[in-house]
C-alpha cells in the first residue's frame, strides 16, 4: 500500500465519532475540575479509594470503640435517641438491644485484638472464624449489650451510620454485609461534607491546607470505620474551611456555604460538646460575608443561641452516663473514676491539676503526636515513620502556597484563644470521665482528638507569621508544590494501609 493511499483512505463515521468524543470527555473533566476545584476533586477520588480500603481490611469491630459505636448507631438506627440505662451487676451502666448474630462477632472480635499475637505473627487470630460469624443472617435474637461511653452522645453523629444500618436492612444483607454497609455510609458522608467544604476554597490557595488536613490517615482510617469522630470530623473540616475562607481570606460565602456554616452551629457541639466554641466563632464573621444584610444582624446569634441552649439540653440528658464511665477501666479501677470528686480537686487544689497535666505532657506527647497521624484502631497499629513524614511534608507546602490572612488581630487572637481552650476542655473532660481520682497522668487523651482543631490552628498561624514559599522571581508557580502535596497524601495513605494490613493480617 502507498503513502498516498493511507493518507487518502476515507474515515468511518465510527472513527470520527471516536475521535469527537475524547475532547468533549476531556472538556467535560475540565468543567467539572472547575466547577469543584482540583483539591475537592482529588479528595474525592483519594479518600474514597483509601476510605474503602480502610473499610474492608480493618476486621469487624477493630475500629476505636468500634463494639460501643456500633451499638450505638443500632440504638439510633431502631429510634432509640436517648441514653437508656440497662441492668448491670457492675454498677451504672447505658446500652441496648443488638441482635445476637452481632454480639457473637463483637466477642469473638474483642477476645483476638485483647488476646492478639507478638511480633511477627499477625495480629488476627483466625481469619475463619471471622468469615463464619460475618456469614450469618440476623436471627431476631436480641442481646442488651454495654456502651456507656457512645451513649453520651447525641444521634446526630450516628445518622449516616444509622441509614448505613437500615439500608443493610432492606436488603437483608448478612453481619458482614451489615457491618461494611454501615462503615461506607459514614464515608459517604465523611467525603460528601469535606468535598463540599474544599469546593468553597476553590479559587483559594489555602485549599490545600484544609486539604492536608481531611486526608491525614488517621481521618481516613476513622471515616472508613463505624465511629461518632467521622462525621464530627467533616463538620470540624467544614466549619474550619468556611471560617478560613470568610474570616480569615475575607471572601462572601455563597448562600449554601452560609446555610452550612449556620447549621454547623448547631450540629457540631451535638456531634462532641468540646467543640462548642468553635462552633460559635461564626458570630466573627461580618454579615456581609454570611450574605446577610443589617436588618438580619440577629441570625447568627439566633443559630449561636440554638446551638448554645442544645448543648446545653443534651449535656443534661446525656449527664447520668459520666458516673459509669469508670466501667471502661479494668476491674480494679471500676468505682475509681468519679466525676464530682475530680472536678471539687481542680478547684481546691489547681496547682496539683496543673502538675499532673504537665507531667502528662512529658509521658505521652509523642503517643499524642503519632497519633495526630493515625494509631489506627484497637490493634494498636501506628502508622510508619514514612507517612508521618510525607504528611509533614504535605502541610508544610500547603502552609508555605497558602495566602496571607487578613483577619483582624482582635479576631485572629480569639480565634487562637478558643483553639486553647478547646484543648484544655479536651484534657479536663478526659480528667473528670476517664482518669482515675488520684492518677498519676490524664488518661485517654488521643491525639485524634486535635484533627478538627488543626484546619484553624494553622490558619492562626498563617495570621502571625509571613513567611511563605515564593519562586527566585518572588512569585509562586503553584504545579510543582501541589504535585507534591497529592504525592506526599497518596505515599502516607499507601504506606498506613500497608503496615496496618501486614501487622493486622500478616
Known amino acids: 500500500m502507498t503513502d498516498s493511499a493511507v493518507t487518502d483512505s476515507p474515515v468511518t463515521d465510527s472513527e470520527t465519532a471516536a475521535t469527537d468524543s475524547k475532547p468533549k470527555l476531556s472538556e467535560r473533566a475540565v468543567g467539572v475540575v472547575r466547577q469543584w476545584g482540583i483539591a475537592s476533586c482529588a479528595f474525592t477520588i483519594i479518600a474514597a ?182 462525621v464530627t470530623n467533616a463538620v470540624a473540616i467544614l466549619v474550619g474551611a468556611l471560617l478560613l475562607k470568610s474570616l480569615f481570606l475575607g471572601d462572601r460565602l455563597s448562600k449554601l456555604e452560609s446555610a452550612a456554616l449556620l447549621t454547623s452551629v448547631i450540629v457540631l457541639p451535638l456531634c462532641k460538646p468540646t467543640y462548642i466554641f468553635v462552633a460559635l466563632l461564626v458570630l466573627l464573621v461580618p454579615l456581609d460575608r454570611l450574605g446577610l444584610s443589617p436588618r438580619f444582624r440577629l441570625v447568627p446569634w439566633g443559630f449561636a443561641a440554638v446551638g448554645t441552649l442544645s448543648f446545653l439540653a443534651w449535656t443534661k440528658i446525656s449527664g447520668g452516663t459520666t458516673n459509669g464511665m469508670g466501667l471502661m477501666r479494668t476491674k480494679d479501677q471500676w468505682n475509681s473514676v468519679r466525676p464530682s470528686e475530680q472536678l471539687q480537686g481542680i478547684l481546691t487544689d489547681p496547682v496539683n491539676f496543673i502538675a499532673v497535666f504537665w507531667r502528662s505532657i512529658l509521658r505521652r506527647d509523642n503517643k499524642w503526636f503519632d497519633g495526630f497521624f493515625g494509631e489506627l484502631g484497637f490493634s494498636w497499629v501506628e502508622v510508619p515513620a514514612t507517612t508521618i513524614v510525607a504528611c509533614l511534608l504535605a502541610i508544610a507546602l500547603s502552609v508555605g502556597i497558602a495566602e496571607r490572612m487578613t483577619v483582624s488581630f482582635r479576631k485572629a487572637l480569639i480565634v487562637t484563644l478558643v483553639v486553647a481552650a478547646t484543648v484544655g476542655m479536651i484534657y479536663v473532660t478526659l480528667y473528670l470521665t476517664f482518669s482515675p481520682v488520684g492518677f498519676y497522668i490524664i488518661d485517654g487523651i488521643q491525639g485524634r482528638y486535635f484533627v478538627p482543631l488543626a484546619i484553624l490552628f494553622f490558619a492562626a498561624l498563617l495570621r502571625w507569621t509571613s513567611l511563605r514559599l515564593s519562586d527566585p522571581s518572588g512569585g509562586l508557580n503553584l504545579r510543582a508544590p501541589v504535585i507534591i502535596i497529592i504525592v506526599a497524601t497518596v505515599i502516607s495513605l499507601i504506606t498506613a494501609v500497608a503496615r496496618y494490613n501486614l501487622y493486622v493480617w500478616g
Open 49 to 230: 479509594i483509601f476510605g474503602t480500603v480502610f473499610a474492608v481490611v480493618t476486621p469487624p469491630f477493630w475500629g476505636h470503640d468500634e463494639v460501643t459505636q456500633f451499638g450505638r448507631a443500632y440504638q439510633v438506627a431502631h429510634r432509640g435517641l436517648l441514653p437508656h440505662e440497662i441492668n448491670d451487676s457492675r454498677g451504672i451502666a447505658y446500652g441496648g438491644d443488638v441482635d445476637a448474630t452481632f454480639d457473637d462477632l463483637m466477642g469473638y472480635a474483642v477476645r483476638d485484638y485483647v488476646n492478639n499475637g507478638e511480633d511477627p505473627e499477625p495480629r488476627v487470630g483466625d481469619s475463619d472464624g471471622y468469615d463464619s460469624l460475618e456469614s450469618q443472617h440476623l436471627n431476631g435474637d436480641m442481646h442488651t449489650i454495654w456502651f456507656t461511653n457512645t451513649a453520651a452522645y447525641s444521634p446526630v453523629p450516628y445518622l449516616p451510620a444509622a441509614v448505613g444500618i437500615q439500608t443493610a436492612e432492606v436488603f437483608d444483607l448478612d453481619v458482614g454485609g451489615f457491618l461494611l454497609m454501615t462503615r461506607l455510609a459514614g464515608l459517604l458522608a465523611y467525603v460528601l461534607i469535606v468535598g463540599f467544604a474544599l469546593r468553597a476554597l476553590r479559587e483559594r490557595r489555602a485549599q490545600w491546607l484544609v486539604f492536608t488536613v481531611a486526608m491525614l490517615p488517621i481521618a481516613i482510617f476513622q471515616a472508613g470505620t463505624i465511629t461518632a469522630d467521622t
